[in-house]
């Protein structure tokens, strides 16, 4: 028997996951947890296979979670949720160990068929990301940015202040944090420093 653990901060989405695998003949409920400093503890002293890994847990990014389950316990296999379908959240989720991914909207059915996939030793991806990784890794960048967060990002590279960013491009400062926020998140960069050395190795600018 698999045994399945939720972690997740939707009572009602973890609830109703639990409901339906405990109506699985070759499936079990591990546990269901709501914050993410719970589940180290919990794997410590329970019988895991599965984690069902929500990336936006309130207290610790589902990330920084996937990363410690796998440093501590590689042989747990763990399929993230999310409720968009981010190509630079697949990535991250990838680097630091998990073994799949799966969108909310999908439906129960995907969710469970990458569990028992999981189970079976076969990595879960959406097929946008399996493709793209398909001899096509290096556009994977030029993918996840949007028009404008490209043109932003040159324009920091070229030590433009967000202020002056604004001005350019008629939008409010808050808008351009925004983008800068999303930029660095994407790429998963922390200042401009690291920004403008990525872009010139990573984008050619």
């Not at 028009?147 to 409010?172: H, Q, Y």
Request: proline share 2%; charged share 25%.
């Amino acid at each position: 028997m698999t045994k399945v653990l939720v972690v997740d901060d939707h009572r009602i989405f973890t609830e109703g996951i639990c409901f339906l695998i405990g109506h699985t003949a070759d499936l079990q409920a591990a546990g269901a947890l709501h914050h993410g400093k719970e589940v180290l503890p919990f794997i410590s002293v329970h019988h895991v296979d599965i984690i069902l890994l929500d990336i936006d847990m309130p207290d610790i990014s589902g990330f920084e979670i996937a990363k410690a389950v796998k440093h501590k316990y590689p042989s747990i296999k763990i399929l993230a949720l999310s409720m968009i379908d981010d190509i630079s959240s697949m990535e991250r989720m990838q680097r630091v160990g998990a073994d799949g991914y799966c969108v909310k909207s999908s439906g129960r059915e995907e969710i469970f068929r990458g569990i028992r996939m999981l189970r079976d030793g076969v990595s879960f991806w959406p097929p946008v990301y399996v493709r793209l990784l398909s001899g096509q890794t290096e556009k994977l960048v030029e993918y996840l940015l949007t028009r404008r967060e490209t043109e932003i990002i040159k324009l920091v590279c070229d030590g433009v202040t967000s202020v002056e960013i604004a001005e350019r491009l008629n939008l409010s400062v808050r808008t351009v944090e925004t983008h800068r926020k999303n930029i660095y998140r994407k790429l998963d960069v922390h200042s401009n420093v690291e920004l403008a050395n990525y872009a010139r190795k990573r984008l050619n600018i």
